[in-house]
């Protein structure tokens, strides 16, 4: 199909599908003529995937990018896949003025209390030992407090994650869940915990 | 204290402090001669504020105005309070490109299912639906059929969060907690999901 095809196929304008070409989320099509080129299903399936990721999961262009690219070449373990995908935190600047509080070390409390395995590398690790610092440095210890009631949470939800991605055919197929679960899920989780903080709010006050 | 000394004492530099107050989100300062004013400790407290729901929360410069906004005027009730820390989601957009897929209906049913009261007006309902629909989109059903062990985490998660804020002295207290604690919370549980599918991963693989 040409472009303008393709625009239709997806929902997505011919302006954003020339972005997405140029700023390489989106492989090119084939050259059929000198002056025409030919796109595919895949190209309105990769469409669909790329907003999916920058429109819902919030994503940057540039952390879409880093995902698409896992995507692309699954390589020979899902644990490296795991570690792209879990870099798509849809944070501005995380990691950006890191400043190594107590919270990390509440952290490793944590890890070590819930027996996890979890390498010094993983994002996470940092990111929430960031949160446990701003909640002492804004006098809201009764939050930090909440971590391993959380922890459980989190634990309930990956193992469901992970099961999922367990039944998927192959590599490919489990590569692509586990981008579209590990994204789209944060937004889901945010997304139902405003629906039950209302529920619970409604018991309550 | 000084605008310098301000900026000192809250780790924030001057241009951003100036576009703090230009943007709203920090009071002005008292005038104490023509030619000076005057900032508080409540300003250094309020800066920690401001940043920690831009550069933890992933907040926008608009909506982290509006969750101020509710911070100080925290209403005669909790439940306004919570509305508006409810829809500091921070996504991209968000809303933004709503269509009525099925997603909804199946967020209804979850509802149902999980014996929840939630308004019509909930920012998550729609936001679930959109994530359901999406994964419909993608061709990944078995995500969507995570939803009901998602939502069980959600609502423990819920929980500890009422139960945080319930533990406050004043409204006033309540509300910062309310607002810190729905911004930053999705940020810790994002965190604790990425660790926790590492550990779980490492068990699987």
Do not use: C
Not at 102 to 116: F, I
Not at 144 to 155: D, F, G, I, K, M
């Amino acid at each position: 199909m040409r472009m303008s095809e393709l625009s239709a196929a997806s929902g997505v304008s011919v302006p954003s599908i020339k972005f997405y070409l140029r700023e390489g989320l989106l492989p090119g099509g084939e050259r059929i003529k000198a002056n025409q080129v030919s796109y595919s299903d895949e190209h309105v399936r990769r469409l669909r995937l790329i907003r999916a990721l920058i429109d819902i999961g919030g994503l940057s262009v540039n952390t879409a990018r880093e995902v698409l690219a896992a995507v692309d070449a699954p390589g020979p373990s899902l644990s490296r896949t795991f570690g792209v995908a879990q870099y798509a935190l849809s944070l501005s600047g995380s990691g950006s003025t890191a400043k190594d509080g107590s919270g990390s070390a509440e952290v490793d409390q944590l890890v070590e209390q819930l027996g996890w395995t979890v390498s010094e590398e993983n994002p996470g690790r940092q990111l929430a030992g960031r949160v446990l610092d701003t909640f002492a440095e804004l006098g809201q210890p009764q939050l930090a407090a909440l971590a391993p009631e959380y922890a459980r949470a989190a634990e309930a939800v990956a193992r469901a994650d992970l099961a999922s991605v367990a039944a998927r055919e192959d590599v490919a197929a489990m590569t692509e869940t586990v981008v579209v679960g590990t994204v789209l899920g944060d937004t889901l989780l945010t997304a139902l915990r405003r629906m039950a903080q209302e529920h619970i709010a409604r018991q309550q006050f």
